[in-house]
């Protein structure tokens, strides 16, 4: 294999004018130049990407944080991001979080990130105060998605969860559905997502725009998993009369809506009917009806901000890359948030109740 110290023999040169010559930095002569380069093909020497990186202080690298890579979303987000930045020559680092307080505090506020990263890119990861404060001193340009927390400085792109909320609830009151039950996120989490108390907030504010008063016995927190959700409906029909209809903060907890249903003997959507959120991969083979949000694109659109700060134009065209309107300005120099549109998706899941 040749290395850079052959060019130099055969070229008569140093290794640090190779280096130099090959970087195209103007302290090399135009005749020095050529006589490296005419070296180098005659070598058939290659520039190794990572060290020419490395000398130009950039590691070629960004970082991508993730709560749990398990779930659908932050898997399909991942995929869209490490797409987009391999395609602009650089490589991802994932920070998979496992759920775990510890496990954030050790990536986020020690030397974890400290010149292993040229970026960063947060994955509805919520902040303490001390993560925002070692994230700032880290001073790299950086990229939030979905809900979280913001970063001073950092642009945000996500959906509003609130107003998908809000577009699921009114469609199962469209159908004639007054006993709405909701299966939320669990305030236990170690990570303390926000998600779900946005989601749950548009749940409450369509009831009331309806005139109904929201029942706190029909509303019922878990994990965001499959298992979650059919716990959480286990319990919700362990309380008595059960709701006509369910809204769960995801699709994946939706799924475990209808499993827990069916073990009950109810069948869905006649006795109950079952509305997610997200659009899962399995949401359509199973019928279910749900709010898509663009996860790909938002990685994608996420991983396009972020390449501009680094001198990058990143490969057009990718479709769904259309920023949505933008939110308010913050007013201390943070971007305002990139808010890509959501969509109702009616299946098979819901229909009106049967007394219509």
């Avoid at 650089?90 to 986020?108: A, F, I, K, P, S």
Wanted: hydrophobic letters at 40%; a neutral charge.
């Amino acid at each position: 294999m040749t290395r850079i110290d052959d060019v130099a023999r055969l070229a008569g040169v140093s290794t640090a004018t190779v280096s130099r010559a090959l970087r195209g930095l103007p302290t090399v002569s135009a005749a020095t130049r050529r006589r490296v380069l005419a070296a180098a093909e005659q070598l058939q020497y290659a520039v190794s990407p990572s060290a020419s990186r490395l000398a130009g202080g950039r590691t070629g690298t960004v970082a991508v944080v993730v709560p749990r890579i398990t779930r659908w979303f932050f898997g399909t987000v991942v995929e869209a991001v490490e797409e987009l930045l391999q395609d602009s020559g650089y490589d991802l680092l994932l920070y998979n979080l496992g759920g775990r307080e510890r496990t954030r505090r050790r990536v986020l506020r020690t030397a974890s990130l400290h010149k292993r990263v040229d970026a960063i890119i947060l994955v509805a990861t919520p902040l303490r105060a001390a993560d925002v404060q070692a994230l700032t001193k880290l001073d790299l340009p950086g990229v939030t998605i979905s809900s979280g927390s913001e970063v001073p400085g950092w642009p945000c792109v996500r959906i509003d969860d609130v107003a998908a909320a809000r577009t699921a609830t009114r469609h199962l009151l469209d159908l004639g559905h007054t006993r709405i039950a909701h299966i939320s996120g669990d305030p236990d989490d170690e990570l303390a997502f926000t998600t779900h108390l946005d989601r749950r907030r548009g749940y409450q504010e369509a009831l009331r725009a309806a005139g109904l008063r929201p029942d706190p016995s029909l509303d019922v927190e878990s994990q965001f998993t499959i298992d979650g959700g059919t716990r959480a409906t286990a319990e919700l029909l362990a309380r008595g009369e059960p709701p006509t209809a369910i809204f769960a903060a995801c699709d994946e907890m939706a799924m475990g809506a209808i499993t827990a249903l069916r073990d009950a003997g109810l069948r869905v959507p006649d006795d109950v009917s079952v509305m997610g959120v997200d659009d899962h991969d399995l949401a359509g083979v199973l019928g279910l009806s749900t709010i898509a949000q663009p996860a790909a694109e938002q990685g994608l659109l996420a991983a396009r901000i972020l390449l501009d700060p680094l001198g990058v134009r990143a490969t057009e065209p990718y479709p769904g890359l259309v920023p949505a309107p933008r939110g308010a300005d913050t007013g201390d120099g943070t971007p305002p948030p990139v808010i890509l549109p959501t969509r109702l998706v009616v299946r098979e899941s819901t229909a009106p109740p049967r007394a219509h």
